[in-house]
C-alpha cells in the first residue's frame, strides 16, 4: 500500500513494445463472472462496483466505501489478476480504489471524552439532542467504532453494507432490525453506525438506547407524569438506534409504546434500527401490531462468524492484547473456539495470563487446552441425539439413513451438516461425532466440517446456510 492508500495486486512487468492492446472492462467483467460464478459476483460486487481498463495494461477496480475495497481486494485479487493476466497476456496490474478514501492519511484528531463532547453543543441542535442516551458507557471514540474498523466477512457482510447505506442517508427499509445470536458483533455495529453517523453529520439528531433503557424512562415517565417529555425525546430525531428488542417480550405497554414511536417515526421519514437476539418469528410476545410494521421494514441476519473471520479476529484482539501466537496456535483457537468473539477474547485473555505470570508458552497445545475448557464451560447443553432429530426434522429424512452408507446427496448432505453442527453445539470430540454418525473415522468428519465451512463462504445466503438456520431453530426449542 503506498502513501495514497491505493492496493495493488502487481503482475509481472513487460515492456511497453510487448503489451497487448487494451481490454475493455465488460470483457473483465464477464471473464470474472466465468471464474466465480454470476451470483457470487452479483453478492460481492454488484453495480455499484466500477472496472475501468486504460491503455497502461492497468484495471482499476473502484468502490464506493474503503470498507468495500479492503473486502474485495483480501477476498478477490488473486482471482482478478488471474483474469486480468490471462486477458493482457501478462501485461498490467490491478489497483483497487475507493470513492471515499482521502489524497493522504487524515491525521487523527485528539481523542475527547463524552463529557467534553457534551459541554459545546453544537449549533442547530435541541436540548433534547444534548441529552442523548448510549448504551455504551466505555466512552469509545467515534474513530474506534467506525465501520472502517469493524472486521467483515460472509457472516456479516450483508448487515455491514445495510449500515453503509443508514450512515449516507440512502433510502433504505425502515425500521432495519439487525438479528442473530449473542456475541456476533449487532451492538458493536450499532455503536459504529451512530459514531460515523455523527461523524458524517454533527446535526444529525442521534438517539441511541437498549430496549432496558427505553423500558426504564417510559416507567418513570407514567409514574411522575413526565410521558410528554418523554415522547418528545425519543420522537424528535432523526435516527433511533435501539438494542435488545427481545427485551420488550411479556411488556405489552412499553411495547405499544415502542409501536407509536415507530409510527411516528417512519411517518417523519426517519430511520430506525434495531437489534434482536433472535429471528422475528421467535417475537411472537412483542403483539401483531408492532410485529406487523417490523416485518415491513428489513430484517438482516448476522450469523456466527465464519472460519476466515474468526482467524482475523483472533490476530486482531492478540495484537491489541500484545499477545505474539504463532501462525499454527492462531489457526488452532480460531478453527476450535465455537463461539464469536467474546469466546476469542477470553480465550486470548486467558493465554495472556499464562504467558505473563505463570511463564507459560503460548503454543499450539496452550491454545487446544484453553479452547476445550470455554468450549466446555460456554457451550450449551446439546447431545449428539439432539442435532440427528433437529436435522431428520429439518430435512425429513430417517435417523438410519442420515448414518447410513449412501451417498445419495438427500442423505449425504444432511450428514454433512449433522456433523457440523455436532462439532459446532457439543463438546464431543471428532471420533465421537464420528462413531455417531455410523461409525466414521475422525478424519472423515474434519474432511466434512471443512467442507461446510467452504459451502458457507461461497455462498452465506443459500440453502445450505438457510439450513442451517432451520436446524439452530429447532435445537434452540428443544
Not at 503489451?19 to 466465468?34: G, I, N, T, W
Not at 449500515?163 to 432495519?176: D, L, N, T, V
Not at 482467524?311 to 486482531?316: E, G, I, P, V
Request: aromatic residues 6%; hydrophobic residues 40%; contains cysteine.
Amino acid at each position: 500500500m503506498d502513501d495514497l492508500g491505493l492496493c495493488t495486486a502487481c503482475l509481472p512487468e513487460v515492456s511497453q513494445a510487448n503489451s497487448s492492446a487494451p481490454v475493455a472492462a465488460d470483457e473483465v467483467r464477464q471473464a470474472l463472472v466465468d471464474v466465480i460464478g454470476a451470483e457470487r459476483y452479483n453478492t460481492f460486487f454488484g453495480p455499484e462496483v466500477e472496472f475501468s481498463a486504460g491503455e497502461n495494461c492497468t484495471l482499476e477496480v473502484r468502490t464506493p466505501t474503503l470498507l468495500e475495497r479492503n473486502f474485495l481486494r483480501d477476498r478477490f485479487s488473486a482471482d482478478l489478476a488471474g483474469v486480468f493476466r490471462r486477458l493482457t497476456h501478462n501485461a498490467g496490474r490491478v489497483v483497487f480504489r475507493a470513492s471515499d478514501e482521502q489524497a493522504a492519511p487524515a491525521k487523527k484528531p485528539p481523542t475527547r471524552t463524552r463529557a467534553a463532547m457534551r459541554t459545546r453543543p453544537v449549533r442547530g441542535e435541541s436540548p433534547i439532542d444534548q441529552r442523548r442516551l448510549d448504551w455504551d458507557t466505555r466512552g469509545a471514540t467515534a474513530a474506534a467504532e467506525c465501520l472502517g474498523d469493524f472486521l467483515t466477512g460472509s457472516s456479516n457482510l450483508a448487515a455491514v453494507r445495510v449500515a453503509e447505506q443508514i450512515i449516507s442517508r440512502r433510502p433504505i427499509g425502515s425500521p432495519i432490525v439487525f438479528w442473530g445470536p449473542t456475541g456476533v458483533g449487532k451492538s458493536h455495529l450499532l455503536r459504529a453506525i451512530r459514531a460515523a453517523a455523527r461523524q458524517r453529520d454533527r446535526r444529525l439528531r442521534v438517539l441511541a438506547l437498549n430496549a432496558e433503557q427505553f423500558t426504564t424512562g417510559f416507567v418513570e415517565a407514567l409514574q411522575g407524569r413526565g410521558l410528554p417529555s418523554f415522547r418528545q425525546k425519543h420522537r424528535g430525531v432523526e435516527l433511533l438506534l435501539l438494542d435488545d428488542l427481545q427485551f420488550f417480550l411479556g411488556k405489552k405497554k412499553t411495547a405499544e409504546e415502542f409501536q407509536y414511536t415507530l409510527d411516528h417515526l417512519t411517518e417523519a421519514g426517519a430511520v430506525v434500527v434495531c437489534t434482536s437476539d433472535r429471528p422475528l418469528a421467535e417475537l411472537a410476545g412483542l403483539g401483531d401490531e408492532l410485529l406487523s410494521r417490523l416485518r415491513a421494514g428489513l430484517p438482516v441476519e448476522v450469523s456466527a462468524p465464519e472460519g476466515a473471520l474468526r482467524r482475523a479476529l483472533t490476530m486482531r484482539i492478540a495484537a491489541e492484547r500484545g499477545l505474539e501466537l504463532t501462525a499454527a496456535a492462531s489457526d488452532a483457537l480460531a478453527s476450535t473456539i465455537t463461539g464469536g468473539a467474546r469466546e476469542i477474547t477470553g480465550a486470548i485473555n486467558r493465554l495472556q495470563t499464562h504467558a505473563e505470570f505463570l511463564g507459560g508458552v503460548c503454543d499450539e497445545m496452550a491454545v487446544l487446552a484453553v479452547v476445550e475448557e470455554i468450549n466446555r464451560t460456554s457451550a450449551p447443553n446439546v447431545q449428539l441425539a439432539d442435532v440427528e432429530q433437529a436435522v431428520c426434522e429439518v430435512y425429513g429424512v430417517a435417523a438410519a439413513e442420515l448414518k447410513g452408507t449412501t451417498r445419495k446427496k438427500a442423505a449425504a448432505e444432511p450428514r454433512m451438516l449433522a456433523m457440523w453442527l455436532a462439532r459446532k453445539h457439543t463438546r464431543a470430540a471428532w471420533s465421537e461425532i464420528g462413531a455417531h454418525f455410523g461409525r466414521r473415522s475422525h478424519s472423515t468428519v474434519i474432511a466434512a466440517h471443512h467442507r461446510v465451512e467452504e459451502l458457507i463462504a461461497a455462498g452465506p445466503s443459500g440453502q445450505l446456510a438457510h439450513a442451517i438456520r432451520r436446524v439452530e431453530q429447532v435445537l434452540r426449542k428443544a
